[in-house]
C-alpha cells in the first residue's frame, strides 16, 4: 500500500468533510473548481477500478499458469532425464550383450567343428573295426590257422613268426576298439556342448532382441518428451512474459492514478488547514480495537506483500476476522468517505478529530460491505460495516489503519 497515495488521501477526506463550513465566496468558488477537478479524477479513478482489478486478476491468474507450467516443465524435465539414464543404459546393455553373443557364437562355432571331426575320426574307427571283424569271420582264426600250417610241414620259424604277427594284429585292432570307445566318449561330450552353447546362443539373442525392442521404444520417447520439454519451456516463457507484462500494467496504471489523486488532494489540504477539529470525535486518547476478540495476523511494518510479490510497507494492523464480522468505529467521529478501491478494497474513512494534540483519521479497509454514508456522525463502538476480502487481499480479514497529522502511523501506539 502507498504512503504517499495515505497523505494525500488524508487532506482529501479532510477537506470533504468541512468543506461545508467555508462560506466565503472566495473559498465556495475554489472549492466548487477543486471539487469538479477531483470529480473527474474521481470519474477516471472509477473508470480504471475495474481495468485495474481485472488486470490483477489477470496477474494473479498469470502468476498461477506461470507455477503450473514450471511444474509442468520440471516434470517432463525429470522423466526425460529418467528415460535418457534407461537408454543410456540400454545402449550399454546392448554393446555388452552383442559383444557376448558374438563370443558364445564363435565358441558355438567351435564346438561345431570339433563334433564335425569327432563324428568323422568315429565314422573311421567303426568302418575298421567292422572291416576286421568281417576279415576275421571269413579267415578264422588266425593262432588256428597257423598251427594248421605247421602240421602240414610247415618250418617251425614260420609258425613263430606268424603267431607273433597274430599278436601285432591283436594289439593293433586292441587299441582301434579302445580309441573307437574313446572317440564315442568325448563325442557325447562335445554334443552335450554344443547343444548347451546352442541354448546360451539361444537366450542371448532373444535377451539382446527384447533389449533392442526397450532401446527403440526409449528412443521415441526420449524424442518425443524432448518436444514435449520444448513445448512446455515455450509454455513458460509465454506465461513469465505474461505475467511481466501484466503486472508492468499494473504498476503503471496504480502510479499514474495515485499521482494525479495525490496532486488534487495536496490542493484540498491546503484549503483547510484550521477545520480538522470541526470534524468532530469523543475526545479519547486512544482508540478501541476495531474488531475485539480476534487476535492480530500482521502487524504495522515492511513486508513482503502476498499479492504484488514485492517488499513494500504494510501501512496498518491486520485483525483476523472472519468475513461478515461486524467492525466497529475505533473511537467517535465523522465518516469522510466510504468508496472502492482497488488495493483497499471497500473501505470506511473516519475522521476522529484531534487525539493527543493530533488529527487522526482512522481507516477500515477490505470490508464486505459498509453501512454508514460520508458526513454521518459515529460513536466509539457503533458498527459502520462488516469484515470480508476484497482488493487486494488473500483472506478474509479487517486492515486497519491510523493516519496522524496526515501520515501513516502505527496503529498498536493508539490502540
Known amino acids: 500500500m502507498f504512503s504517499t497515495t495515505r497523505k494525500a488521501l488524508t487532506a482529501s477526506l479532510l477537506a470533504t468533510a468541512l ?70 543404459t540400454a545402449k550399454a546393455q ?43 569271420i571269413q579267415q578264422g582264426d ?48 562335445n554334443r552335450d556342448k554344443v547343444k548347451k552353447l546352442r541354448d546360451k546362443v539361444k537366450a542371448q539373442r532373444e535377451a539382446a532382441a527384447a533389449n533392442l525392442v526397450r532401446k527403440r521404444e526409449l528412443e521415441a ?19 513469465a512474459d505474461s505475467a511481466e507484462e501484466v503486472r508492468r500494467e499494473d504498476k503503471k496504471q496504480v502510479a499514474e492514478l495515485e499521482s494525479e489523486r ?16 470541526e470534524a468532530g470525535g469523543d475526545g479519547g486518547g486512544a482508540l478501541s480495537y476495531p474488531a475485539s476478540g480476534y487476535g492480530v495476523t500482521s502487524s504495522y511494518g515492511m ?6 510479490h514485492v517488499y513494500k510497507l504494510h501501512d496498518g494492523t491486520d485483525f483476523g476476522v472472519p468475513c461478515g464480522t461486524p467492525i466497529k468505529a475505533a473511537a467517535g467521529g465523522t465518516v469522510l468517505q466510504t468508496y472502492y478501491n482497488a488495493g ?9 478529530g484531534s487525539m493527543r494534540g493530533k488529527s487522526i483519521v482512522t481507516t477500515y479497509n477490505h470490508l464486505t460491505r459498509w453501512i454508514v454514508s460520508p458526513g454521518q456522525r459515529v460513536s466509539r463502538g457503533q458498527v459502520i460495516g462488516y469484515s ?28
Not at 60 to 86: E, H, I, M, P, V
Not at 303 to 308: E, I, K, N, Y
Not at 344 to 352: A, D, S, T
Request: hydrophobic share 40%; proline share 3%; charged share 25%.
Open 19 to 88: 468543506v461545508a463550513t467555508l462560506t466565503t465566496p472566495s473559498f465556495a468558488d475554489k472549492k466548487s473548481d477543486l471539487e469538479k477537478e477531483k470529480s473527474g479524477v474521481s470519474g477516471k479513478i472509477g473508470d480504471a477500478k475495474k481495468d485495474l482489478e481485472l488486470s490483477s486478476k489477470k496477474y494473479a491468474d498469470a502468476l498461477a499458469a506461470l507455477k503450473k507450467a514450471q511444474g509442468k516443465l520440471d516434470a517432463a524435465r525429470t522423466t526425460l532425464s529418467g528415460t535418457r539414464g534407461a537408454l543410456a
Open 262 to 277: 495525490t496532486r488534487l488532494e495536496a490542493q484540498i489540504r491546503a484549503l483547510t488547514p484550521k477545520q480538522v477539529k
Open 344 to 352: 483497499y478494497g471497500n473501505r470506511v474513512v473516519l475522521n476522529n
Open 142 to 189: 588266425p593262432g588256428m590257422r597257423a598251427f594248421s600250417e605247421l602240421l602240414q610241414g610247415e618250418e617251425p620259424s614260420a609258425f613263430s613268426e606268424q603267431m607273433s604277427l597274430n599278436d601285432a594284429v591283436s594289439d593293433d585292432q586292441l587299441a582301434t576298439m579302445q580309441g573307437l570307445a574313446a572317440t564315442r566318449v568325448i563325442l557325447e561330450v
Open 221 to 239: 520417447a526420449a524424442v518425443s518428451q524432448a518436444t514435449e520439454v520444448a513445448q512446455l519451456v515455450s509454455d513458460r516463457r509465454g506465461a
Open 303 to 308: 513486508r513482503f506483500h502476498p499479492v504484488l
Open 388 to 415: 470480508g476480502t476484497t482488493g487486494y487481499s488473500t483472506g478474509c480479514h479487517l486492515h486497519f489503519m491510523v493516519i496522524a497529522n496526515g501520515q501513516t502511523t502505527n496503529p498498536a501506539g493508539w490502540l
Open 94 to 136: 546392448d554393446d555388452e550383450m552383442q559383444a557376448k553373443l558374438v563370443a558364445s557364437e564363435a565358441e558355438l562355432d567351435a564346438a561345431k567343428a570339433r563334433l564335425g571331426r569327432g563324428e568323422k575320426a568315429l565314422a573311421t574307427s567303426e568302418a575298421a573295426v567292422e572291416q576286421f571283424a568281417v576279415e576275421n
